[in-house]
């Protein structure tokens, strides 16, 4: 049978994302739906012919617990809710898949996981260009040597964040654009080098005569020195529109632009002297169908996901290095 996913939080991502890719996936299906709003219940219920057994508040959702249709849930909520939504899953002995960033501090990270182990569940981290064909195109091209030994990644994010969201209050963000679209640079750069960093230096700028940045910063980048040499300068931005990553090696390059869109991603190498547009066949499944399939496929094998809570706690750690390097202008030496 497919495995069947609560989806917690009926917002942006969660409705026009990710319960519409429910309906192509193979081995998962939308079967509860948790939600504090009881209309977006009765709407999202009737759309997807969700009964009303299968309709939960943020105060009935611990008898997820006594739904077996429930086998995963999928946390869509903001951040600093990850944490306690995820860790009263897996006490309800459910597996889940949680949204970026995991959480909002390393310690809630390894709450989450030490939740999971002892559940004996599952959790993975809705990193879903680990399931994008370009992006995995590009990792593929980094791992060939084509590019001979990379030096540098450059890679930006960043868009404008409007007023009068949770995304501008750091009770529920956690932080600001590192957070909810830095991360993309963050994670690629550690996916496309295939290393973890050893150094982090960073420097923020946020005009904080802005209203909508009283609790959270606006610009910070970054720069990460990996084993190898290579180094990533990374970019994060709530004031201007990034989404644009390049692997520098001393043979050639590979970009992506947009890189980490939903769609739409377009690919260049530069290999030999010679620049080149790299078009891929278009998948079977899209990024977000293979990413909803992915934990299903590894609850049946017993395979851990390729990104389980362990590669959300990395990222997370290296946040707080990141902004402890611009708090304190230094560059933080990593264990
Ligand atoms: P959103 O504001 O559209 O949805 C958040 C949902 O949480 C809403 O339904 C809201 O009602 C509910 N909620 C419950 N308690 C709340 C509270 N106290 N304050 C505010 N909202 C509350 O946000 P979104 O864009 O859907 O983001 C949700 C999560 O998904 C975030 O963690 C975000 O980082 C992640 N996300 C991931 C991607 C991706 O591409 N992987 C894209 C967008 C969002």
Same mark, same amino acid.
């Given at each position: 049978? /497919?495995?069947?996913?609560?989806?917690?939080?009926?917002?942006?991502?969660?409705?026009?994302?990710? +319960?519409? @890719?429910?309906?192509?996936?193979?081995?998962?299906?939308?079967?509860?739906?948790?939600?504090?709003?009881?209309?977006?219940?009765? %709407?999202?219920?009737?759309?997807?012919?969700?009964? %009303?057994?299968?309709?939960?508040?943020?105060? =009935?959702?611990?008898?997820?617990?006594?739904?077996?249709?429930?086998?995963?849930?999928?946390?869509?909520?903001?951040?600093?809710?990850?944490?306690?939504?995820?860790?009263?899953?897996?006490?309800?002995?459910?597996?889940? +898949?949680?949204?970026?960033? +995991?959480a909002v501090s390393v310690a809630e990270c390894q709450a989450m996981i030490a939740a999971a182990k002892k559940a004996g569940k599952k959790l993975m981290i809705g990193y879903r260009c680990h399931f994008e064909p370009y992006n995995l195109k590009a990792i593929e091209t980094v791992k060939s040597g084509a590019l001979g030994k990379p030096t540098l990644i450059f890679a930006e994010h960043g868009f404008y964040a409007g007023p009068n969201q949770w995304r501008l209050d750091k009770a529920l963000s956690g932080g600001g654009s590192m957070m909810d679209i830095g991360i993309y640079s963050l994670n690629a750069a550690r996916y496309l080098s295939g290393e973890e960093p050893v150094e982090v230096s960073a420097m923020e700028y946020t005009d904080r005569s802005?209203?909508?940045? /009283?609790?959270?910063?606006?610009?910070?980048?970054?720069?990460?020195?990996?084993?190898?040499?290579?180094?990533a300068d990374c970019v994060s931005s709530y004031s201007s529109n990034h989404n644009?990553?390049?692997? =520098?090696?001393? /043979?050639?390059?590979?970009?992506?632009?947009?890189? =980490? @869109?939903y769609e739409g991603q377009e690919m260049w190498t530069r290999l030999e002297g010679k620049r080149e547009q790299v078009v891929l066949p278009k998948p079977a499944k899209n990024q977000f169908v293979r990413q909803l399939d992915h934990l299903p496929e590894c609850i049946m094998s017993g395979r851990e996901p390729i990104v389980s809570g362990e590669e959300g706690l990395r990222d997370m750690r290296l946040i707080e290095a990141i902004y402890r390097a611009a708090r304190e202008h230094r560059a933080i030496t990593l264990a």
């Amino acid at each position: 049978r /497919k495995l069947g996913y609560a989806v917690v939080g009926l917002g942006y991502y969660a409705t026009r994302q990710i +319960m519409p @890719n429910l309906k192509d996936c193979e081995f998962a299906e939308l079967k509860a739906l948790v939600s504090g709003t009881p209309a977006k219940l009765e %709407k999202y219920g009737a759309e997807y012919g969700i009964p %009303k057994t299968h309709q939960y508040s943020y105060e =009935t959702y611990d008898r997820i617990r006594d739904n077996p249709d429930i086998d995963i849930v999928y946390v869509v909520l903001p951040n600093s809710m990850h944490a306690e939504y995820t860790i009263r899953a897996h006490q309800a002995g459910k597996h889940v +898949m949680c949204e970026k960033p +995991m959480a909002v501090s390393v310690a809630e990270c390894q709450a989450m996981i030490a939740a999971a182990k002892k559940a004996g569940k599952k959790l993975m981290i809705g990193y879903r260009c680990h399931f994008e064909p370009y992006n995995l195109k590009a990792i593929e091209t980094v791992k060939s040597g084509a590019l001979g030994k990379p030096t540098l990644i450059f890679a930006e994010h960043g868009f404008y964040a409007g007023p009068n969201q949770w995304r501008l209050d750091k009770a529920l963000s956690g932080g600001g654009s590192m957070m909810d679209i830095g991360i993309y640079s963050l994670n690629a750069a550690r996916y496309l080098s295939g290393e973890e960093p050893v150094e982090v230096s960073a420097m923020e700028y946020t005009d904080r005569s802005d209203p909508r940045f /009283k609790t959270v910063e606006d610009r910070i980048d970054w720069q990460l020195r990996f084993p190898s040499g290579l180094i990533a300068d990374c970019v994060s931005s709530y004031s201007s529109n990034h989404n644009h990553y390049r692997v =520098t090696g001393r /043979k050639g390059w590979v970009e992506l632009e947009p890189a =980490t @869109n939903y769609e739409g991603q377009e690919m260049w190498t530069r290999l030999e002297g010679k620049r080149e547009q790299v078009v891929l066949p278009k998948p079977a499944k899209n990024q977000f169908v293979r990413q909803l399939d992915h934990l299903p496929e590894c609850i049946m094998s017993g395979r851990e996901p390729i990104v389980s809570g362990e590669e959300g706690l990395r990222d997370m750690r290296l946040i707080e290095a990141i902004y402890r390097a611009a708090r304190e202008h230094r560059a933080i030496t990593l264990a």
